[in-house]
């Protein structure tokens, strides 16, 4: 059986990966992205990879191909004793990749029953709000503000008024609302749910926000509630204008978990690997480098500066909170959870990170061509 190790099927590679293919070679015109595909075959056959033969070392192959298009496939061919074998795969070229990073905060309904009930002149008398807007005057930081429909029987997204549009749209392009969950509890809501239940959801807080902030401040969602989708529901939220989903992509004892069902294959690559596309869909899985209400102050840059030293991890940084760790009355207040926002963007900052919103073109970047 013949069979390519690397790059792995649904791999989206950038300048990291490879080599810039500026000159012709066999099988290679001008210009693209040179990478090496290696996987294993048996040891008597004649292996290609794309048409060119591929070096041997014992049951090992290797081989360059160019990628010059947003999507290649890679075709690894054996010839031998048994027969022909073929393993196919495909990758993404993110032509116009950059450093880049995005700032999602999960779980948010406090700052808005908050702004509700106290009547506020400004969005940003909310200590939250301002908070966060401090972090974009000093680092032009950008964030994506995961919103409940509710937060139980005192409050619920209907009872926001929406005499704030103008405020919002000021801030919008630093700023989004996106749907997260219909509520905090149950946990895993949409883990076993239908997708017409997680749809309804996604859209009445959609529905709400168009409402009370305005079409600029609306974003598709880029997390859903711990991670966890039916696999069936992705065309649908790809219909919606999902483009990418954030995760964990962690073990946990019974398995892969917050990985939104992914198999184990592709949920093991993404705990190693800043991105993987799938295909059917459309959506690009990315994984979460950082939740910052779990990492101590003094922890948050050691935590992010060995990703940005490996290629697999250092183009794209993720970075996550969640917004009751904020507010003195949660039982897991963090007091300095504004500060280890800043540690973390003024990192990033600092080694050339330009924040952008996930949703947005190409993970935030460019469209590949």
Same mark, same amino acid.
């Given at each position: 059986m013949v069979?390519?190790?690397?790059?792995?099927?649904?791999a989206v590679l950038n300048h990291r990966h490879g080599q810039a293919a500026t000159s012709p070679g066999p099988g290679s015109p001008n210009g693209g992205l040179r990478i090496t595909v290696r996987g294993t075959a048996p040891l008597r056959d004649r292996v290609t990879v794309n048409g060119q033969v591929a070096r041997r070392a014992g049951e090992a192959f290797a081989a360059e191909v160019v990628l010059q298009a947003r999507e290649t496939d890679i075709v690894a061919a054996a010839d031998g004793p048994r027969g022909h074998a073929e393993h196919?795969?495909?990758?993404? %070229?993110? +032509? #116009?990749s950059r450093p880049r990073y995005r700032f999602s905060i999960d779980d948010n309904s406090f700052f808005l029953r908050d702004i509700a009930a106290q009547g506020y002149r400004s969005l940003?008398?909310?200590?939250?709000? $301002?908070?966060?807007?401090?972090?974009?005057? +000093?680092?032009?930081?950008?964030?994506?503000?995961?919103?409940?429909?509710?937060?139980?029987?005192?409050? $619920?997204l209907p009872q926001f008024p929406d005499r704030y549009r103008g405020e919002w749209a000021d801030n919008a392009h630093w700023l989004k609302l996106a749907f997260h969950a219909w509520a905090n509890d149950p946990d895993r809501p949409y883990q076993h749910a239908s997708t017409e239940k997680l749809i309804a959801d996604l859209d009445r807080v959609a529905a709400e926000i168009l409402r009370f902030a305005g079409e600029a401040s609306y974003a598709p969602p880029t997390v859903i509630h711990w991670g966890m989708v039916q696999p069936q529901a992705l065309p649908a939220l790809a219909s919606r204008g999902v483009r990418a989903l954030s995760g964990y992509?962690?073990? !946990?004892? %019974?398995g892969w978990d917050v990985n939104y069902l992914l198999d184990d294959a592709?949920?093991?690559?993404?705990?190693? #690997?800043?991105?993987? =596309?799938?295909?059917?869909?459309?959506? =690009?899985?990315? +994984?979460v480098d950082i939740v910052c209400n779990s990492v101590p102050l003094d922890r948050i840059v050691?935590?992010? $500066?060995?990703?940005? &030293?490996?290629? $697999?991890? !250092? @183009? =794209?940084?993720?970075?996550?909170? #969640?917004? &009751?760790?904020? %507010?003195?009355?949660?039982?897991?207040? =963090?007091?300095?959870?504004? @500060?280890?926002?800043?540690?973390?963007?003024?990192?990033?900052?600092? #080694?050339?990170? !330009?924040?952008?919103?996930l949703h947005e073109g190409f993970l935030g970047g460019p469209e590949p061509a």
């Open positions: 069979r390519i190790d690397e790059p792995f099927h649904g196919r795969i495909r990758v993404l %070229w993110d +032509r #116009h940003f008398e909310c200590f939250y709000l $301002a908070g966060l807007k401090r972090l974009n005057a +000093r680092y032009g930081a950008r964030f994506s503000v995961n919103i409940y429909f509710t937060t139980g029987p005192d409050f $619920a992509f962690c073990r !946990a004892p %019974w592709r949920s093991e690559y993404l705990s190693r #690997h800043d991105a993987l =596309v799938d295909f059917p869909s459309g959506i =690009v899985f990315s +994984r050691p935590t992010l $500066a060995p990703l940005a &030293q490996d290629p $697999a991890t !250092a @183009e =794209v940084m993720d970075l996550f909170t #969640h917004e &009751q760790y904020f %507010w003195p009355f949660y039982r897991h207040y =963090v007091p300095d959870h504004f @500060e280890r926002l800043e540690a973390a963007i003024a990192w990033v900052t600092e #080694h050339g990170y !330009a924040p952008v919103f």
